[in-house]
């Protein structure tokens, strides 16, 4: 397999695998872990006929996720230990937020960090308690620390030495330097409290939310879980005030993108040539159809091309196309004047560009 | 990729490919006794590749990747071909093994019953396998024993012997008639050299066997031994495993009972012919 199109069409019709041999679950499995996707796809195709070997393995797959579902839970748990005492609400974003809520989302989805939103003026605070609840900075470096601080979206990522687990900090959705703002006060004074003291975006927000990384931030690595979220949040927690919502954080051209995106890839009741959003089944909580787009076809091809850009090795693919798009999300997040000025900073330093 | 070669070993299968052709040819040689995967799927892939396109043949050099890796790869000569599919193999297992709890040890059985030996680098588990699959034991494997949570079995894994330093010359005396791979010098861990397990633990490498004893040896010190109570086991062999958090309960509950149910000792031994006359004789008061 050239590229990740068979993962695509394994999660979005699961009894499409049944045809494969033990060479294609091979490359599957393959492309789906270096997709993070391997626990994904066990869900996906429990029950599918295959080799017996190819079911073990997905049951570790998925075991290895449950595992990992645990383990994110209890970090959020410590997380709202260390700042109780500030009488905030520990707003859960992306993975995480999608097990605690009990969300298809988060159905066999690999965990990494922990990312929570606190509100911008109580950062230092915050800061302090998780210092002082065991957590300690990952990047010594001055510069990075201070081009966080000054600029980014989020706090230095900081880790737990004893559990070995991450924590990233957001006040805001997007970088302060991003060209779009969204509304980050607003998704806090709507988010919605869970049983045990922790609290999610809303269903609306949460999309916001994952679209502007996909889509108004990321050089899309990892851009096809990202997207699996999206589809799963759009039939399960979208509402008809999406669009409003959307346009009010600025993000309707990200999630709209989205929408078309995920519809094309993932929406198992038409086939991927015929992507459009006309044709989307609607549900009751259906948000209704996106706003006209303003761009031709040809921008969603270039994303498609880059979200599939993985063979059957796991090898990444298409290192022009990937490379535009690291460009690209470096060129959404700075003017051109401090990009320039970021680079040659790296560059002095000796950095290396990834890849 | 454009060279690849499938193996079974023990429950393990893996697909390896490789820019270049000599690493799989030697792969394919050395491993041409084992069977190839079960239903033709792999659990993990292994790619031996040219971290830029040049050096594939500019200096070639092997980077090591896979389903899963480390950051900051240290690329490795083309000669060393054979020694880089062994640490890209035995790093797959080590990161991405779910299904039993993995164990730094080596592993030797006779009659059903399986001796574990694990230590640091340089306490002398491999030779010391080896050299027991010399004398009627059934070698399981040299660097990981696999340890199912539900039954308590221990897995084989009997993949190519890895002798180092002083150990390349005593197996090539103690068994001149087996093979070997390409002698490998000046490698971070010195002189390298791999060995071929004999056709019994090839055969039998699905037969799992039940954990009877564990050892903790040292090399170079006077002969002695000492219980191990199942309190510094446990800490001890959590260090040993690669896997132990990632299982999550699970894991602790395969430790405990192996740590429990199995007695453990260690032993230090001044040289090979003393550790192994320990060896039966601890094996034969069990």
């Given at each position: 397999m050239r590229d990740a199109i068979s993962l695509v069409h394994a999660l979005r019709?699961?009894?499409?695998?049944?045809?494969?041999d033990g060479a294609g679950w091979t490359q599957l499995i393959a492309s789906a872990r270096a997709e993070q996707l391997a626990g994904t796809l066990a869900d996906r195709v429990?029950?599918?006929?295959?080799p017996r070997h190819a079911d073990h393995l997905l049951d570790a797959a998925y075991a290895s996720a449950e595992q990992g579902r645990v383990q994110a839970l209890w970090e959020a748990e410590m997380a709202r230990r260390a700042l109780a005492p500030l009488g905030l609400p520990v707003v859960l974003l992306k993975g995480t937020a999608y097990v605690a809520a009990g969300?298809?989302?988060?159905?066999?989805r690999s965990i990494g960090d922990l990312d929570i939103l606190v509100p911008r003026d109580r950062i230092d605070e915050v800061e302090r308690a998780l210092l002082a609840a065991g957590w300690e900075w990952v990047k010594p470096d001055p510069y990075d620390d201070a081009y966080y601080r000054q600029w980014?979206?989020?706090?230095p990522p900081l880790i737990?030495?004893?559990?070995d687990r991450m924590i990233d900090v957001h006040?805001?959705?997007?970088?302060?330097?991003?060209r779009i703002t969204p509304d980050a006060g607003a998704m806090l004074s709507d988010a919605v409290g869970l049983r045990d003291g922790l609290a999610v975006l809303s269903g609306d927000d949460m999309i916001c939310h994952s679209a502007a990384h996909l889509f108004?931030?990321?050089?899309?690595?990892g851009g096809l879980r990202n997207l699996w979220d999206l589809h799963c949040l759009f039939a399960e927690v979208a509402t008809p005030a999406l669009w409003e919502r959307a346009r009010m954080h600025g993000l309707e051209v990200a999630v709209a993108r989205a929408w078309r995106l995920a519809g094309a890839l993932?929406?198992?009741?038409?086939?991927?040539?015929?992507?459009?959003?006309?044709?989307r089944r609607r549900t009751a909580r259906n948000p209704g159809l996106p706003p006209a787009?303003?761009?031709?076809?040809m921008p969603d091809r270039l994303y498609r091309r880059r979200l599939l850009a993985r063979d059957g090795w796991g090898r990444a693919t298409r290192p022009v196309t990937r490379f535009a798009f690291f460009v690209r999300s470096h060129w959404l997040r700075m003017p051109p004047a401090m990009l320039a000025r970021h680079l040659f900073t790296k560059w002095r330093k000796g950095h290396r560009a990834s890849g | 990729m454009k060279h690849v070669h499938h193996v079974q070993i023990g429950p393990a299968s893996f697909r390896i490919g490789s820019d270049w052709r000599a690493p799989i040819a030697q792969i394919a040689d050395l491993y041409r006794d084992y069977p190839a995967p079960i239903d033709g799927v792999c659990d993990y892939t292994v790619r031996l590749f040219?971290?830029?396109?040049w050096r594939r043949w500019v200096r070639p050099a092997i980077t090591l990747g896979g389903d899963f890796t480390l950051p900051d790869a240290v690329p490795m000569p083309l000669d060393w071909g054979v020694l880089a599919a062994e640490m890209a193999m035995n790093l797959q297992l080590a990161l991405g093994e779910r299904r039993y709890l993995l164990l730094h040890a080596s592993a030797v059985e006779r009659e059903g019953r399986a001796l574990l030996m694990t230590g640091?680098?340089?306490?002398?588990k491999s030779t010391l396998a080896a050299l027991l699959a010399t004398r009627g034991w059934r070698l399981m494997g040299d660097e990981f024993a696999l340890v199912d949570p539900a039954t308590g079995l221990a897995h084989a894994f009997p993949r190519l012997v890895s002798l180092k330093n002083e150990s390349v010359g005593v197996m090539a005396q103690a068994v001149p008639d087996a093979r070997f791979g390409p002698l490998l010098t000046g490698t971070p861990k010195g002189d390298l050299r791999h060995l071929v397990p004999d056709l019994p633990a090839i055969v039998r490498m699905a037969e799992p066997a039940r954990p009877a004893l564990v050892l903790y040896p040292r090399f170079g010190f006077a002969a002695a031994e000492r219980t191990v109570p199942p309190s510094e086991g446990f800490v001890r062999l959590t260090q040993a495993s690669t896997n132990y958090t990632a299982l999550g309960e699970r894991g602790f509950d395969a430790l405990i009972r192996l740590v429990r149910d199995v007695p453990a000792l260690a032993i230090d031994y001044p040289d090979t012919d003393a550790a192994l006359a320990q060896v039966e004789r601890l094996w034969a008061a069990l």
């Open positions: 019709d699961p009894a499409s695998s049944a045809t494969l429990r029950g599918v006929v295959k969300l298809a989302a988060g159905r066999g980014m979206h989020e706090l737990h030495r004893e559990r006040h805001t959705v997007l970088p302060l330097t991003a108004a931030d990321g050089d899309l690595a993932y929406a198992p009741t038409r086939a991927p040539a015929q992507a459009g959003a006309q044709s787009r303003e761009h031709g076809h | 040219a971290a830029r396109p640091l680098s340089g306490a002398g």
